[in-house]
């Protein structure tokens, strides 16, 4: 791991340091990470009605977005996704479901899901993204077969109380620590372009440090009308660059992973950010906006120097 400290970190982002920042998160990029570029897929599983007040997302009961409402999609989607992500190429596939926790039935229905993709998709590996989670549920959802948990800390902790009230950031590190627990692989990451100062930024990648999570989702804000967030604004290429270069300095060897905002970027932009430090991608639909086409990124990573095509993680 780079023995790197915060104010170092800091430091970096000032302007005039903008070239040394990306150069070294280049060459810890070539030094620690795999050279080959991972993909993974999603199916919204469960869509808007969200009791929670999150200040960026469009599927919250609290904003009027329009967004598509609807309840749990049944095993057969889910099967009907595990296959189509296979064909395109994912390592694996991603339950996600708004609201704050699941019920018990809730946790049947996934856990029945997840048996049907295992046996439609043998050599597929299994995510979910299923809100707060406790460790009676992730018991079960492991028995069922599911091998990574998604839950991002979203901010730096610092800012998430001026972002959603209705749980914190406490909450979230309470279903990752349990699910590290419990022996899963862990998704974590967040949305940059919040509002976050360069201390925030900081911040929020060393308590990503801290949480050693084998994926970091990197999503850039897409304002979405009738949010608070919605008049913030595309947030600018260049510091997007740099977020992800800080991001690398701080987790040298943990895949960085194009998320939400990427169909707002270039190519010359997203080509900047696999220099910098990305080297993962979820493609195909994401939750309420679109997402990377695979072979647009499959290109791209491929111009950088990485391996693409399925690997068994099953």
Known sequence: MENIDRGEVLALLKPERRQELRERAHETTARCVEKRFDFCSIINARSGRCSENCKWCAQ?????????????VGT??????????????ADRIGIVTSGRCLSHEDVDNVCIALKAMRA??????LCASLGLLSEEDLKKLKAAGLQRVHCN??????????LCTTHTAADK??????AKKLGF????GGIIG???????????????????????????LHPIEGTPLGDRGVLDPERVVDSVAILRLVNPSTPLRFAGGRRDMTDETAAKCIYVGMSAGIAGPLLTTPGADFDDDRDLAIRAGYAVGRKRVG
């Open 120 to 125: 439609a998709v043998p050599d597929i590996g």
């Open 173 to 178: 590190l309470a279903t990752l620590h349990a």
């Open 76 to 89: 057969d989607a889910c099967v009907k996704a595990a296959n189509e992500a296979a064909a395109n190429g």
């Open 60 to 72: 919250s009961a609290h904003w009027k977005t329009g967004c598509e409402t609807y309840g749990w």
């Open 153 to 162: 800390l979203e901010t730096a902790p610092s800012l998430f109380p001026s």
């Open 194 to 220: 919040m509002g976050e100062t360069d201390e925030q930024l900081v911040e929020f990648a060393f308590a990503l440090r801290e949480i050693a999570p084998d994926s970091i989702p990197v999503n850039v």
């Open 185 to 188: 692989q862990i998704c974590c």
